[in-house]
């Protein structure tokens, strides 16, 4: 092989080389990208099951403490008899799934409770002023990823709707809570610590955790009405218990 | 004059198996997989609150009644509401849907003033109400509408892309309910919506397609706008009592246009509970 016939191939095969290389980089460059905005999917149906729920018993200050409990059950029952918004943290465990979706600037739960959808931007906002926001059943919820973990920060709460904390203690005006999202058991469990902080409420943060499963993927959402005029739905939970005819 | 080729390319067989070939097919290979998943993820991206603009400030419709034609409803149709005070079930006292804290049947709350909010994913979208009604599920993995179909107030709706526009298929309605125009929607009607952003962005233009041969003697068609609202808008939140009295249980009479609930012709309840009671013991 004479080497004039040799210099093409090896300019050729330096250019190849090149280009190989050239690919992994991009490949890989590609791949690192992937790997850091592949953030976890909290989108799915979750349930809680009996065992979900690890409540401890909070640090109620005084004046929470002695608060009149029948003021709150009346309170309560005009919430249910009317289809009041319930509102967080009641939608979160009422008894049935609840729906997460979430896309790049938002996550949005729903539940099967008479309550709006639960908004949580992830885009970087702040909370909006108190002085325009008007306080809600749900607050206003922002959110950022720590590691795989979701933080979302809640405030603008009213005491409107049920309003009863997991363990004690009621959601109002001064509440700020502070939830934790993260994946467990590859996808299959979500577990969600609640931190509620209200000094007037709490001698110190009142954290609890629930385990939710999800649920198959094939579940759909469905549509739960609540009217306040059923005279029937009215008549059962205003009347004492009768037989079931 | 330099010659920028530095050597006769052997074309044919033996230079299609060599390394430089191989290594120029999987770049544009892989050029091609990323042009692929590229164009999978250039739809345009409706996420964010959108709102409707009435000139006659809120609750002022004109600007969306006023500019939809009259529905072309097939003869004897009859009133979408009964005459207030002649319903069989709470005579005087027949409530106002909007008042009385009723779910309010699509389409309502996309001609109501507050705006509403649309998540997008690849797999579902959502558009999110602020008014009682709950939020649209509309499912863009593929999938067709069930067999057995659940009807409920918003309809089970499937979406797909033509181009820029998003195609949103809804049938299932749940009831009776009101449609600009003087139309209605019922149980068999089918609504095909077209989304699609114009004005940089600006303006959502949605038009929507209402057919039903019960109701109509040709699809009811019309267009609606909706405008982008700032990056940092947030939702509200619509609270409703009805069992306060001094808000809601006296202002029997005032008329709320299209919010009619699902119930008005599906299920009456047999009396209105007048006043909220006290837990039972």
């Known amino acids: ?245 | 004059m330099v010659n920028l080729k530095p050597f006769p390319v052997p074309l044919g067989a033996k230079w299609r198996n060599s390394i430089a070939a191989r290594a120029a097919l999987t770049v544009g290979a892989a050029l091609l997989i990323a042009g692929t998943v590229s164009a999978q993820s250039t739809h345009p991206d409706l996420s964010g609150f959108w709102e409707p603009k009435y000139t006659g400030g809120s609750g002022a419709f004109i600007d969306v009644f006023g500019k939809v034609d009259p529905a072309p409803v097939v003869a004897g149709l009859p009133p979408m509401r009964r005459p207030r005070g002649e319903h069989p079930a709470y005579g005087a006292k027949d409530p106002v849907d909007g008042s009385a804290c009723r779910v309010l049947a699509f389409p309502f709350f996309m001609t109501s003033s507050p705006p509403f909010d649309i998540l997008q994913r690849d797999d579902e979208i959502l558009i999110i109400s602020e008014r009682e009604g709950g939020s649209r599920h509309v499912y863009m993995d593929g999938r067709p509408h069930p067999a057995d179909l659940e009807h409920t107030s918003n309809g089970h709706s499937i979406g797909h892309w033509e181009g820029d526009t998003l195609v949103i298929d809804t049938v299932g309605f749940l009831g009776f309910a009101g449609v600009p125009g003087g139309g209605r929607r019922g149980p068999n009607t089918h609504l095909v919506e077209r989304y699609k952003k114009v004005d940089n962005g600006e303006r959502l233009t949605v038009s929507f397609s209402w057919e039903d041969p019960a109701i109509y003697t040709k699809p009811h068609n019309y267009t609606l706008n909706y405008y982008k609202m700032p990056k940092d808008a947030y939702a509200f939140e619509d609270p409703c009592d009805s069992g306060d009295p001094k808000e809601y249980q006296s202002v029997n009479g005032v008329s709320v246009i299209g919010a009619t609930s699902v119930y008005e012709q599906n299920d009456a309840p047999a009396k209105s509970p007048q006043a909220p009671a006290t837990p039972t013991k």
């Open chain 1, 1 to 245: 092989m004479t080497f004039l016939a040799m210099k093409p191939n090896r300019v050729l095969r330096k250019r190849a080389q090149s280009i190989v290389l050239f690919a992994i980089f991009i490949l890989m460059f590609a791949s690192r990208s992937n790997a850091q905005t592949a953030l976890p999917d909290l989108s799915g149906f979750w349930e809680l099951r009996y065992w979900s729920r690890n409540i401890p018993k909070p640090s109620l200050t005084p004046a929470a403490a002695s608060a009149d409990r029948q003021a709150q059950a009346g309170k309560d029952f005009h919430a249910i008899r009317w289809c009041n918004h319930v509102g967080v943290p009641f939608m979160m465990d009422d008894g049935s799934p609840i729906d997460i979706r979430q896309s790049k600037n938002e996550i949005a739960i729903t539940s099967q409770s008479n309550s709006p959808m639960r908004h949580i931007y992830l885009d970087g906002r702040a909370h909006p002023s108190a002085d325009t926001f008007d306080p809600t059943t749900l607050g206003d919820s922002i959110g950022h990823w720590s590691g795989d973990t979701l933080i979302v920060d809640t405030v603008g709460f009213n005491d409107a709707g049920l309003n009863a904390i997991p363990g004690g203690g009621v959601r109002n005006e001064n509440s700020h809570l502070i939830e934790q999202y993260k994946l467990m058991d590859e996808g299959r469990k979500l577990q969600v610590n609640f931190t509620w902080i209200d000094d007037k409420m709490f001698t110190k943060p009142h954290t609890y955790a629930f385990m939710y499963e999800k649920l198959p993927s094939s579940t759909t959402a469905r549509e739960w009405l609540c009217d306040p005029m059923d005279g029937a739905r009215a008549r059962f939970l205003i009347d004492p218990p009768q037989p079931p005819k």
